[in-house]
């Protein structure tokens, strides 16, 4: 008996506190939100398969180390038997229908570390590929942060909104008592009707702003346009303790657009020496197996030969000379890009920390602004109570009180979407 209560008990329980799970199942936050977008995104999956590009190319670079097996096949017809005449006689030489069958192998030996110099910038691809996968997915992140907080503003606009209404709404309930009471004339109730009327358009344009915000969230994150969605409160304020020179040492550490350059500078040096190249000879090995007949078996002669091949284009009218300068040059752009990305890079950063510091006042002056747009509302609902207010006074402290609430979720906003642009702008994810 005493079993089967407990069972009972937790029965109860479960269906009492399962809904609370599901809840939570439901409930997406900025860490979830980012993980299923990282895994969504196509532009990441695009780079992804850049990185697989860049390692195949490494793969194929490797390849020109290693001997290389041809093979040829040929038939050749000619008008008559090949002959000479000596003495009077005629001598045949050869036939008519001849088939040749050749087998090649070919290892490089030396070829002034050209194939060197293209395989180390083909592991430097790899490495840019995986940067700029890292940029995308910077990229993605800072996007489903700015969306979720605008869902989350988007949320406390239309709060602001609906209490708006109700404000209003219980005004216009005491100004039609006092109408009916032949208290007020008829223009003031009509005044607090046309104002809810107002509110009431805000109320359904703030609405239409969190569903667009929602749409644009499950855009980013590959969900159904229309699919329902609940997200974690956390427009809050946190402080940003460290201070503008620190932010910019770390962007210069982190920022993978920095990391490309400086790798493309390696590419460019890695360039040069490959222009260098043809200043110096290659040589390479080279075996070969033929076999010669009249039919299309070709099996009644065979020979080989192994040689080394050594060639030296020595001149060109200076062509090389000036492939080395043209690649000298590209070195230079790929310096003063880089340098150029830390001057924008600064100013990315030190713009983001200034707006964190705008948005940082803001919130206290709006926060202030609240408390005493709200004394000022309920001060002017006291006096209008007692017909010392008109109602003009009790509507006007009501559209300043859900002015500086708007004000407030504002700088909350501003202040969060500025600090992942920080982020962004030195390069932590």
Do not use: C
């Amino acid at each position: 008996m005493i079993k089967t209560f407990n069972l009972i008990i937790l029965l109860v329980l479960f269906m009492t506190i399962s809904p609370v799970f599901a809840e939570d199942e439901n409930l997406l936050t900025l860490d979830k939100s980012i993980e299923i977008a990282l895994k969504k995104n196509l532009a990441i999956r695009s780079a992804r398969e850049a990185v697989k590009g860049a390692e195949y190319n490494k793969k194929s670079a490797f390849s020109d180390f290693l001997p290389k097996l041809s093979s040829t096949y040929s038939y050749t017809r000619l008008d008559e038997e090949p002959s000479f005449s000596m003495g009077g006689t005629s001598y045949t030489t050869g036939a008519e229908d001849n088939y040749d069958f050749s087998l090649t192998l070919e290892q490089p030996v030396y070829t002034g570390r050209s194939l060197i110099n293209i395989y180390e910038r083909a592991k430097l691809g790899i490495d840019i590929s995986k940067i700029r996968e890292d940029q995308a997915r910077q990229d993605v992140i800072l996007e489903v942060k700015e969306a979720y907080f605008s869902i989350l503003k988007a949320e406390k606009i239309r709060e602001v909104a609906e209490q708006s209404v109700r404000q209003i709404e219980s005004h216009v309930r005491r100004a039609k008592e006092f109408y009916d009471a032949e208290m007020i004339p008829k223009n003031d109730l009509l005044q607090a009707e046309v104002q809810l009327a107002q509110a009431k358009q805000d109320m359904i344009k703030s609405d239409n702003g969190v569903n667009i915000a929602k749409s644009l969230f499950n855009t980013l994150l590959r969900r159904g346009i229309n699919k329902e969605v609940t997200v974690e409160d956390i427009l809050k304020y946190k402080p940003v303790n460290r201070d503008l020179n620190e932010f910019i040492a770390i962007a210069y550490r982190k920022r993978p657009e920095l990391k490309e350059l400086i790798l493309s500078i390696e590419d460019a040096k890695k360039g040069i020496e490959l222009s260098k190249s043809k200043y110096y000879p290659t040589v390479s090995l080279r075996g070969s197996y033929l076999k010669e007949g009249e039919e299309a078996t070709v099996d009644e002669e065979e020979s080989w030969n192994v040689m080394a091949v050594a060639q030296w284009t020595f001149w060109e009218w200076g062509k090389t000379g000036y492939q080395v300068s043209e690649s000298r040059t590209g070195m230079a752009r790929a310096e003063y890009a880089r340098e150029q990305m830390k001057d924008w890079i600064t100013l990315e950063v030190k713009e983001s920390y200034l707006n964190i510091k705008e948005a940082e006042k803001n919130i206290f002056v709006a926060k202030k602004a609240i408390e005493q747009a709200e004394e000022n509302f309920r001060m002017n609902e006291e006096r209008y109570k007692e017909q010392i207010a008109t109602s003009t006074e009790v509507l006007d402290a009501q559209t300043l009180l859900t002015q500086t609430r708007t004000n407030y979720y504002n700088a909350l906003n501003d202040y969060n979407i500025a600090k992942a642009r920080l982020e962004r702008a030195i390069g932590v994810k």
